[in-house]
């Protein structure tokens, strides 16, 4: 009997713990839907419900941001950056995997130390070296310094210790060359872990904001990210117009993890492994 | 001797090796480790813009005596000493409820608890800037409950603003830990469970003498994460609070420091240099003991 009231409780317990958390965890998204919709006064009033403001939030957003240019310059960056990364960081995934120098390990293990770099030690010296370059304001100067990731090369080479070998030696047999080893063995065969990749760089690329802050300074080259920040900052913020902002913002990286939800936690998996 | 017994062959996996390897290496190469050393060259000058000159320790020394780094350090500190154990309890918590493979909606709960991790760290804040308004509906809600009588002024007491932040970044990072946390779990036998359950081991014991002690790299890989996560912390503050390192500096963390010294007050990028090192030295140190005291327990 005791049992079967402890057991109760206990489920009663679990399950209003993982409830909170859960609404806890949504609840932010759920506000800035319906802040949308409700004017500035009734935000900041704390209103919960929806309001008739939408159609005038959404023409005030689009008429103090050029949102088409704004996005494209996101999208272009995150694009970029993503597609780069993923190039680079598989090459040196598999690389360090085939590499048979007895340098390897010293040299993944001095790579990895790299992670523990801040980005605050490295800000001043590579705005200094983009502004040498002639390259502020420009979207490369974003995404140059973000391609070196060591956190997705070992993503990557985590991953492919799983790559059977018996395929690396057949194509061998068949006078392949590494180069299309891993063009077209590779590649295919690791979808998902490129998949689980993207998301992860595309999110982080997408919603970068202390360096392209820094670079970005006119208008014509802003992010989203950057515009959010601006509009929320001015001394009287139209809050309905910063929330259809950052509902815009939000729904790309969204859509993408929704989308990928799968191949996303198979990632995740496959780099704990 | 080495090379020439592992012949032609050990050369040609060398030489496709290191064609792999290289863009990266030269990548983190130019943006990383020439910045890193250069900066250390930086910390040891001083002068307005790019006017430098050798200053030697005048920047260590200037640490010492500059309140608003004291403060900006302590506020850092605050929010790794507080902020990221909580956080890794309550993913530890979320992830072995979840990988219960009987709990009713996981994959919900799992989803939900995750769906943070996909907003911008500027979204988000600006978000909560919003729900912690003094009526906003943060407020409102706890007024309703009767927790508070008044308003509490989260975005303009120093003590309030602080714990705005802590809740935030809790927010936007607990499921991601979570994750894996439940990937690791993952790999874990369910059938050690099953026998501590029929040996009569309770679900507390059976978190502590068991989930945690195999988590144990993960949660070390977690914990170093979230440490150069906390000690970088500067998009929440800054669109939180004004920008500025909110009400007398009391949510200014050190990134925030470095980039007012750089880019809001009269450049002066061999003092910021200098204080960028405070957090390449925090984070090594507090990584080695991470790493130590991981090594110590099992033994």
Not at chain 1, 199 to 205: G, N
Not at chain 1, 210 to 217: D, E, G, N, S
Request: aromatic residues 14%.
């Amino acid at each position: 009997m005791t049992n079967g009231i402890g057991r109760a409780a206990g489920a009663l317990l679990t399950y209003g713990f993982l409830g909170l958390m859960a609404f806890l965890s949504v609840f932010p998204f759920f506000w800035m839907i319906l802040g949308a919709t409700n004017s500035s006064i009734d935000i900041i009033k704390g209103r919960v419900l929806p309001g008739a403001a939408l159609a005038t939030n959404v023409s005030t957003f689009f008429t103090q941001v050029n949102a088409p240019l704004v996005f494209w310059n996101s999208a272009k960056i995150a694009i970029l950056s993503t597609v780069l990364t993923l190039a680079v960081s598989s090459l040196a995934g598999y690389g360090f995997e085939i590499f048979r120098s007895h340098h390897r390990e010293r040299l993944y293990r001095a790579m990895l130390l790299t992670l523990m770099i801040p980005f605050a030690a490295l800000m001043i010296p590579l705005f200094i070296m983009m502004g040498k370059a002639g390259l502020i304001n420009t979207h490369i100067a974003v995404v140059l310094p973000t391609i070196a990731s060591a956190f997705v090369v070992f993503y990557f080479r985590q991953c492919t210790k799983a790559f059977p070998s018996e395929l690396r030696d057949a194509a061998k047999v068949d006078g392949l060359k590494e180069w299309q080893i891993f063009l077209f063995i590779y590649v295919p065969v690791m979808r998902s872990t490129y998949a689980a990749a993207f998301i992860i760089v595309f999110m982080t690329a997408w919603n970068n904001y202390l360096w392209p802050l820094i670079v970005l300074q006119s208008n014509e080259t802003k992010t989203i990210t950057l515009v959010i920040s601006s509009l929320a900052s001015a001394y009287y913020p139209d809050y309905g117009v910063v929330m259809v902002g950052t509902v815009l913002a939000t729904l790309p990286t969204l859509a993408v993890f929704f989308f990928m939800q799968r191949q996303f936690v198979q990632g995740m998996l496959g780099s704990v492994k | 001797m080495v090379h020439a017994r592992r012949g032609s062959i050990g050369r040609y996996y060398d030489v496709n090796g290191w064609l792999f390897v290289a863009p990266v290496l030269g990548l983190i190469g130019l943006f990383m480790i020439y910045p890193i050393v250069w900066s250390l060259w930086m910390s040891f000058q001083s002068g307005r813009g790019m006017m430098m000159k050798f200053a030697g320790f005048a920047n260590i020394v200037r640490l010492w005596n500059d309140p608003v780094f004291i403060k900006a350090l302590t506020n850092t500190m605050t929010y790794f000493v507080v902020q990221v154990p909580i956080m890794i309890v309550l993913a530890l918590i979320l992830a072995s409820i979840l990988n219960n493979p009987r709990i009713f909606g996981r994959g919900l709960f799992r989803t939900a608890i995750f769906l943070p991790c996909v907003t911008s760290l500027v979204a988000y804040s600006v978000l909560f800037k919003g729900m912690f308004a003094p009526d906003g509906v943060v407020n409102s809600t706890l007024a309703a409950l009767g927790v508070i009588s008044s308003p509490i002024p989260w975005l303009t007491h120093p003590f309030w603003a602080k714990v705005l932040v802590i809740i935030a970044i809790t927010w936007r990072w607990t499921g991601y830990n979570m994750i894996f946390y439940l990937a690791a779990l993952q790999n874990i036998d369910r059938s050690i469970y099953e026998v501590a359950r029929i040996d009569g081991v309770p679900a507390w014991a059976r978190f502590t003498h068991i989930t945690i002690p195999l988590l144990k790299p993960v949660i070390l890989f977690t914990t170093v994460i979230s440490t150069i996560g906390t000690l970088q912390l500067f998009d929440e503050v800054y669109n939180l609070t004004e920008g500025r390192g909110g009400p007398s500096n009391a949510t200014l963390t050190l990134s925030l420091y470095i980039y007012n010294l750089t880019f809001r007050f009269m450049p002066n990028f061999g003092y910021a240099a200098t204080v960028s090192y405070v957090i390449v030295v925090l984070v090594a140190l507090l990584a080695f003991f991470q790493f130590f005291a991981a090594r110590e327990r099992d033994k």
